[in-house]
């Protein structure tokens, strides 16, 4: 599921959690972990995550503030995600994710919330190498491609999936026009641990390869 995809893999890896910081560490009480704009510094080698469109597991609040959902033990993700969209009161906590719409209209929705405001920012200061894995970088996210232009020349892997030569080469143009100033690195997706084959699932009656799990 692409919104725990994160913490499953950091949990899996070597890496310890306690060295992963999602920015959602003040507890309100036993169900909620919410997010303070005036408490975001974290200490040297730690790695930081952040959902720059939200995910399901992220929730507004009905006093504005973004918190993470701390199921019970068993509880999946969809089960309190339908725990919350077949509740009575209107007034409660609302998923918080940004998944439709034009590259505008995201940012809007980006701009009204202080944690997505705060994650864009952090990738819009980042001048870091950086590594993308698993994004088109297309139209309706023009404003993810702003933030990655913002550090100018740096070193950039892009993960792709493979294909004949001549649509290898039209999708390495397309990131080059996207990103003109990067220094630009293209990698098989297949070769990365989360594009191992064995992390694929069949799409129902079929014998092919699906997306990953």
Not at 54 to 64: A, E, K, V
Not at 88 to 103: H, K, M, N
Not at 187 to 208: C, N, R, T, W, Y
Request: charged content about 25%; some cysteine; hydrophobic content about 35%.
């Amino acid at each position: 599921n692409y919104d725990l995809l994160i913490y499953w893999s950091i949990v899996c890896g070597e890496q310890k959690p306690h060295d992963v910081k999602d920015y959602f560490w003040t507890r309100r009480d036993e169900r909620w972990l919410s997010f303070n704009l005036f408490d975001t510094d974290t200490p040297g080698g730690v790695t930081r995550v952040l959902y720059l469109h939200g995910g399901l597991h992220i929730y507004r609040l009905p006093d504005g503030v973004t918190a993470k959902y701390v199921p019970d033990m068993g509880e999946s993700l969809l089960d309190s995600f339908q725990r919350f969209m077949h509740c009575d009161d209107l007034a409660g906590p609302l998923p918080l994710i940004v998944t439709e719409g034009t590259s505008a209209d995201k940012r809007r929705e980006i701009q009204s919330d202080p944690y997505l405001s705060f994650a864009y920012q952090q990738l819009r200061t980042y001048n870091g190498p950086i590594v993308i894995f698993g994004h088109r970088l297309g139209g309706a996210d023009d404003h993810i491609v702003e933030a990655l232009r913002s550090a100018g020349r740096r070193p950039v892997a892009i993960s792709l999936r493979r294909g004949s030569e001549k649509e290898m080469m039209q999708r390495q143009a397309r990131y080059c026009e996207k990103l003109p100033e990067a220094c630009l690195y293209f990698f098989d997706a297949a070769s990365h641990p989360l594009g191992s084959e064995s992390l694929k699932v069949l799409p129902p009656d079929s014998e092919e390869p699906g997306f990953p799990a």
